[in-house]
């Protein structure tokens, strides 16, 4: 089958045998994706060696994210939309000109609708995808995207409707109620809620932990924790929805009751497999 550049030079440089590379490509193909966004979501290879291939065979520069500042005004001139649909970010404004960071430099769609809002040439460069997401994350908190009353202050207290834990869970107390842990939940679960998400998948697999969401029907990467806090998470999930903590050979149900008000709730329901 026909290969194309970024698989042609993850051949030639022994990043992939060439079976490997079909495979992902044909994979790629039935999922509607590009091979690069494909490669980035399934960590088939490392962001930063993915982004130097995609800069090399487009032709486009590239930037490490970790060492630039978000301008406020500037994530302003782009809809929030925009920026979580596409997972791009305004760089910089130069004339008629601005710097955008993607990913993936083959997003003709994102170019082309970042063009039409802001009436600017686009100027894509490429970022490692881990980096962008995260910085993602942060311009959508900065913009307030979807925001409620709620904010970083209400994660530790934030109410759980009948979820307290009981006895039976006394031997992982010290891990479901760690307080970076308790946090981190509950952030994910403001954020999803937030954005109007409709599922939330906590996805740990034996060298990667991501956790994605569903929106609009389509399922987006917004965090990756460390492999080595796959447990914990697990665990603090499993209290507030009320599940066996011992049980892990079967699927169970549950369900998270947040009290966002005195006049609204939002209820999760939790599948666990």
């Given at each position: 089958?026909?290969?194309?550049?970024?698989?042609?030079?993850?051949?030639?440089?022994?990043?992939?045998?060439?079976?490997?590379?079909?495979?992902?490509?044909?994979?790629?193909?039935?999922s509607g994706q590009t091979l690069v966004?494909?490669?980035?979501?399934?960590?088939?290879?490392?962001?930063?060696?993915?982004?130097?291939?995609?800069?090399?065979?487009?032709?486009?520069?590239?930037?490490?994210?970790?060492?630039?500042?978000?301008?406020?005004?500037?994530?302003?001139?782009?809809?929030?939309?925009?920026?979580?649909?596409?997972?791009?970010?305004?760089?910089?404004?130069?004339?008629?000109?601005?710097?955008?960071?993607?990913?993936?430099?083959?997003?003709?769609?994102?170019?082309?609708?970042?063009?039409?809002?802001?009436?600017?040439?686009?100027?894509?460069?490429?970022?490692?995808?881990?980096?962008?997401?995260?910085?993602?994350?942060?311009?959508?908190?900065?913009?307030?995207?979807?925001?409620?009353?709620?904010?970083?202050?209400?994660?530790?207290?934030?109410?759980?409707?009948?979820?307290?834990?009981?006895?039976?869970?006394?031997?992982?107390?010290?891990?479901?109620?760690?307080?970076?842990?308790?946090?981190?939940?509950?952030?994910?679960?403001?954020?999803?809620?937030?954005?109007?998400?409709?599922?939330?998948?906590?996805?740990?697999?034996?060298?990667?932990?991501?956790?994605?969401?569903?929106?609009?029907?389509?399922?987006?990467?917004?965090?990756?924790?460390?492999?080595?806090?796959a447990m914990r998470i697990a665990a603090r999930v499993k209290v507030m929805s009320?599940?066996?903590?011992?049980?892990?050979?079967?699927?169970?149900?549950?369900?998270?009751?947040?009290?966002?008000?005195?006049?609204?709730?939002?209820?999760?329901?939790?599948?666990?497999?």
């Open positions: 089958m026909y290969l194309s550049g970024v698989a042609r030079r993850l051949i030639a440089q022994q990043l992939l045998d060439e079976e490997k590379a079909q495979e992902a490509q044909t994979k790629a193909t039935k966004k494909y490669l980035a979501e399934q960590g088939v290879i490392k962001p930063d060696i993915l982004a130097r291939l995609c800069s090399q065979e487009y032709g486009v520069p590239l930037l490490d994210l970790s060492a630039v500042r978000q301008d406020p005004a500037l994530l302003e001139r782009i809809d929030a939309k925009l920026i979580d649909k596409h997972r791009a970010l305004p760089l910089g404004v130069r004339g008629k000109m601005m710097f955008l960071a993607v990913a993936d430099p083959t997003q003709t769609d994102a170019i082309d609708e970042v063009r039409f809002q802001t009436g600017l040439s686009i100027e894509p460069i490429v970022v490692e995808h881990d980096k962008l997401n995260r910085a993602v994350e942060d311009a959508l908190s900065a913009l307030g995207a979807g925001s409620m009353d709620l904010e970083d202050s209400d994660l530790d207290s934030l109410e759980m409707g009948e979820t307290e834990p009981s006895d039976a869970t006394d031997l992982s107390k010290g891990d479901v109620d760690d307080a970076p842990i308790v946090r981190f939940v509950n952030k994910m679960l403001l954020d999803a809620i937030k954005r109007g998400a409709s599922d939330i998948h906590f996805e740990p697999y034996e060298k990667r932990y991501r956790i994605r969401v569903r929106i609009d029907g389509i399922l987006k990467e917004v965090a990756t924790p460390p492999v080595s806090q009320k599940m066996d903590l011992a049980e892990k050979r079967v699927p169970q149900d549950g369900r998270i009751k947040i009290v966002l008000s005195k006049n609204r709730d939002i209820d999760f329901r939790v599948n666990s497999c």
